[in-house]
T-cell receptor, first 115, second 112 residues
C-alpha cells in the first residue's frame, strides 16, 4: 500500500510564476490536508479537503493560493504569482475517515524555492 | 494565536535516559492528540496518539500522558536511543472538524 505521494519533491520558481504542488493520498483515504513549514517554524495548517469539497481553508492566504481535490486525480495546491516569502516546505497528509480517532499520514513534502 | 504550544525548541538527553517532551494547548474542544516524529527532508511520521477519554497511552518505549485539566500532554521516551534524534511535533484535533493543529516542534538530540 503506497503512502502519501507528493510531487515534485523540489520545485524552483521565479518570482511571478505559478507553482503547482500535487498530492496523491493513500489508497482508501478521502481526506487531504495541506500544511506549510516555513524555515525554523512548525507545521501551519492551510486547508482541509474532501473529494470535490473544501471543508476548511481558514489557513490559506486570501490571495494567490488555491486548492482542489477533484473526483479523479491528485489534490493540487496552486500558488499564483509566487513571491520569495512563499519559499517553504509544503506537506500533504491524508486520513481515511472523519469522525473517528485516526492519525493523518504525511507525504515527504515539496520544497518550494522562489528565486 | 498559537493553540498548540511546544515551549522547548530543543532538548538534549543522554542515551539510555528518559526524554520528556511537553506540549500545551488552549482549545478545550480538542479531544484527540498525536505525536509525530520528523527527520530532515522527510515528512512527519506518526508516533503515538491519545484520546481525551484516556490519560495515558503506551506503545513500547513511547508513552503519552494527557492532563486535561491542565491542558497539557507529554511524550516520554524510555530508554532514549540515538535514532530517536529528530524533531517531535505534537498535534491536536477536534473530532468535530478534524483539523489537526500542530505545535512548532521540539528538536530532540540523544547523545551516545
Amino acid at each position: 500500500n503506497a503512502g502519501v505521494m507528493q510531487n515534485p519533491r523540489h520545485l524552483v520558481r521565479r518570482r511571478g510564476q505559478e507553482a503547482r504542488l500535487r498530492c496523491s493520498p493513500m489508497k482508501g483515504h478521502s481526506h487531504v490536508y495541506w500544511y506549510r513549514q516555513l524555515p525554523e517554524e512548525g507545521l501551519k495548517f492551510m486547508v482541509y479537503l474532501q473529494k470535490e469539497n473544501i471543508i476548511d481553508e481558514s489557513g490559506m492566504p486570501k490571495e494567490r493560493f488555491s486548492a482542489e481535490f477533484p473526483k479523479e486525480g491528485p489534490s493540487i495546491l496552486r500558488i499564483q504569482q509566487v513571491v520569495r516569502g512563499d519559499s517553504a516546505a509544503y506537506f500533504c497528509a491524508s486520513s481515511p475517515i472523519q469522525g473517528l480517532n485516526t492519525e493523518a499520514f504525511f507525504g515527504q513534502g515539496t520544497r518550494l524555492t522562489v528565486v | 494565536d498559537q493553540q498548540v504550544k511546544q515551549n522547548s525548541p530543543s532538548l538534549s538527553v543522554q542515551e539510555g535516559r528518559i526524554s520528556i517532551l511537553n506540549c500545551d494547548y488552549t482549545n478545550s474542544m480538542f479531544d484527540y492528540f498525536l505525536w509525530y516524529k520528523k527527520y530532515p527532508a522527510e515528512g512527519p511520521t506518526f508516533l503515538i496518539s491519545i484520546s481525551s477519554i484516556k490519560d495515558k497511552n503506551e506503545d513500547g518505549r513511547f508513552t503519552v500522558f494527557l492532563n486535561k485539566s491542565a491542558k497539557h500532554l507529554s511524550l516520554h521516551i524510555v530508554p532514549s536511543q540515538p535514532g530517536d534524534s529528530a524533531v517531535y511535533f505534537c498535534a491536536a484535533a477536534d473530532t468535530g472538524t478534524y483539523k489537526y493543529i500542530f505545535g512548532t516542534g521540539t528538536r530532540l538530540k540523544v547523545l551516545a
